[in-house]
Every structure is written in C-alpha cells, then in structure tokens.
T-cell receptor
C-alpha cells in the first residue's frame, strides 16, 4: 500500500524560482492538507482541501498556491521562492475531519532549501 | 496565541524508567486531541485520538489520557526503540478542518 506519496524528497531552489511539490494518496481520502515543519515551530498548516474543487487557507498560506482537481492529488505551488520558505513540507490526508475520520496519514516529506 | 504546548522539549530516560509527556491546550470546544510519533527524516505516524475528558487509550508501552486542560502520554518501561519525537495536536470544534500541532517532545531512551 503506497498511502501518501510526496515528490521530490529534496529540492534546492534559488530565490525567485517557482516549483510544485507533488502529493498523491491512494486511500480515497476526501481531506488533504499541506504542512511545513520548522525547528521550534512545530507543524503549521498551509492549505487544506475537503474534496475535489474545494481548497482553503490554513495558518501560513502566503506564498503558496494549491488546487484539487482530483481526489488523489493535491499539489503545492511555490510562486516565487524565498529563503523564509526553507523548511520540511509534509502532505497529509484523512477521511473527513468532523465526521469521525480525523486520523491523519502523512507522507515522508520534502526537504526544501531556498538560497 | 499558543493553542497547544508540549513539555518537556526533550527527555532522556534510562531503559525501563517510566515517565510522562505533557500536552496542554487552550482551545475551547475541543473536538479531538491526537498523539503522533515522528522518527527522524519521516512523517508523523498516528498513535491515539482522545475525544472527551477522562478517556484513556493504550498501545503497548504507551497510554494516553485526557483532562479538560491537558493530555498525558505515559510511557511505561520504555525501550530504546521508543526513542522518537512525540507530537500532540488538537482539532477544534469551530474550525473542524484545521489541526493545530504542538512543537513536540524529543524522547531518547538510553540502553
């Protein structure tokens, strides 16, 4: 079982470059989300989606875009990378929170460095 | 404002030395409190969900408890393989789709 798959595992960008972090899940989960993890800050929610065509902002959405065209995929786009976006990014999915399916399944993460 | 605070930040135990990790929360209308384990270089892995004060869940050497203000993760007779970072998260009833995580407790169990 693949679960939640993130690519790439590592990425180095220059300031101003754009890129897309990929996330796919094969569990037919309605809910998908993106977090960043920084030392001393814990996991912070960037964007989330409760189903195809529906997205919403989390705690730290600035500088990131998302879309959800299918149930399986939830890519995260960095529009113009900044050094402050250097972090480890995690994608997570679950059945719908609020309906008893709140257990999050996480991907293995993407370590991003912006120079 | 901080909604989830975990203590201590780091904990070193001798193998077999039981202890507890604390997660205090300030949200009103708690929908659920969650414990995850994270190993270095990996994503968090789900351990427990607690929904109401007085609830307890157990798994092997771990037991999670919940009060109206905090949760404890009790580790009984830990082994070196229990070394990891333990994360606490809450789901608020008013923002039912957003999880709020604490900064974690890094546990090291020395053989």
């Amino acid at each position: 079982n693949a679960g939640v798959t993130q690519t790439p595992k590592f990425q180095v960008l220059k300031t101003g470059q754009s890129m897309t972090l990929q996330c796919a899940q094969d569990m037919n989960h309605e809910y998908m989300s993106w977090y960043r993890q920084d030392p001393g800050m814990g996991l912070r929610l960037i964007h989330y989606s409760v189903g195809a065509g529906i997205t919403d902002q989390g705690e730290v959405p600035n500088g990131y875009n998302v879309s959800r065209s299918t149930t399986e995929d939830f890519p995260l786009r960095l529009l113009s990378a900044a050094p402050s976006q250097t972090s480890v990014y995690f994608c997570a999915s679950s059945q719908s929170p609020g309906q008893g399916g709140e257990k999050l399944f996480f991907g293995s993460g993407t370590q991003l460095s912006v120079l | 404002e901080d909604q989830v605070t975990q203590s201590p930040e780091a904990l070193r135990l001798q193998e077999g030395e039981s202890s507890s990790l604390n997660c205090s929360y300030t949200v009103s209308g708690l929908r659920g409190l969650f414990w995850y384990r994270q190993d270095p270089g990996k994503g968090p892995e789900f351990l427990f969900t607690l929904y109401s004060a007085g609830e307890e869940k157990e798994k092997e050497r771990l037991k999670a408890t919940l009060t109206k203000k905090e949760s404890f993760l009790h580790i009984t007779a830990p082994k070196p393989e229990d070394s990891a970072t333990y994360l606490c998260a809450v789901l608020r009833a008013d923002t039912g789709n957003q999880f709020y995580f604490g900064t974690g407790t890094s546990l090291t169990v020395i053989p």
